[in-house]
């Protein structure tokens, strides 16, 4: 298994290019999200899909559209970059949606993470 | 929202005991705990939720305190690959979203 993985892991943009970072899981996990993670910080939460054919926006949604292709592929699209979305970009996934996670059970694993940079 | 994590860096030598707080103001379905090393991925180490007990993960347990929305990681006989930065990742109830926090560095020297 590989787990989750993203491509691209590197990423130069110009101010106004559009990107569309991918995101793969074979977990058979119904859930999956994208994270930021800006230098020194914590994990925010941008969009999230709890199952195939749902999505949801999280923390911080602006400048960002996602699709969930099938249940296995989850893309995140900057239509128009801007400096302020330099960061690194994760992908995790996870079995269970939130407010349905058990005892017991694990919760997100994580890609190895694109990182973006908007001139 | 974001949950309030403490000591933000402790340095250990090996052998010592550690536990770093995560704190909510609001109220929490769950509470989960990851170890990213630099560079990398968060690692997923374990979740709690509410009207749960303790947990525990090798020498890393874990407990949560509904009525004060509060959370701690013990790490005992700290190892130096337990090195990174951990953060709590909260499920404030009803929301259906997780919203980290800002993390706690921890170094294990030789």
């Known amino acids: ?9 590197f990423q130069v943009l110009k101010t106004g290019q ?18 930021r993670q800006d ?5 925010r939460l941008i969009y999230y899909s709890a199952s195939e054919g749902t999505t949801d ?15 296995r592929e989850f893309s995140l699209r900057l239509e128009s970059a801007a400096p302020s979305q330099t960061s690194v970009y994760f992908c995790a996934s996870s079995e269970f949606a939130p407010g349905q ?11 190895p993470g694109t990182r973006l940079t908007v001139l | ?12 030598r090996e052998g010592e005991d550690a536990v770093i707080n995560c704190s909510s103001s609001k109220a929490l379905y769950s509470v989960h705990w990851y170890r990213q090393k630099h560079g990398e991925a968060p690692v997923f180490l374990m979740i709690l939720l509410k009207g749960g007990e303790q947990k525990g993960h090798e020498k890393i347990s874990a407990s949560f305190n509904e009525k004060k ?7 005992t006989a700290s190892q130096l690959s337990y090195s990174g ?8 109830s009803g929301t259906y979203k997780y919203i980290f926090g800002t993390g706690t560095r921890l170094k294990v020297l030789a």
């Open chain 1, 1 to 9: 298994n590989a787990g989750v993985t993203q491509t691209p892991k």
């Open chain 1, 18 to 35: 559009s990107m569309t970072l991918q995101c793969a899981q074979d977990m058979n996990h119904n859930s999956m999200y994208w994270y």
């Open chain 1, 39 to 43: 230098p020194g910080m914590g994990l």
């Open chain 1, 57 to 71: 926006k999280g923390e911080v949604p602006n400048g960002y559209n996602v699709s969930r292709l099938n249940k």
């Open chain 1, 101 to 111: 996670a058990e005892v017991g059970t694990d919760t997100q694993y994580f890609g």
């Open chain 2, 1 to 12: 929202q974001q949950p309030v994590q403490s000591p933000q860096a402790v340095i250990l």
């Open chain 2, 69 to 75: 929305q509060q959370s701690s990681l013990y790490l």
């Open chain 2, 85 to 92: 930065t951990y953060f709590c990742g909260t499920e404030i």
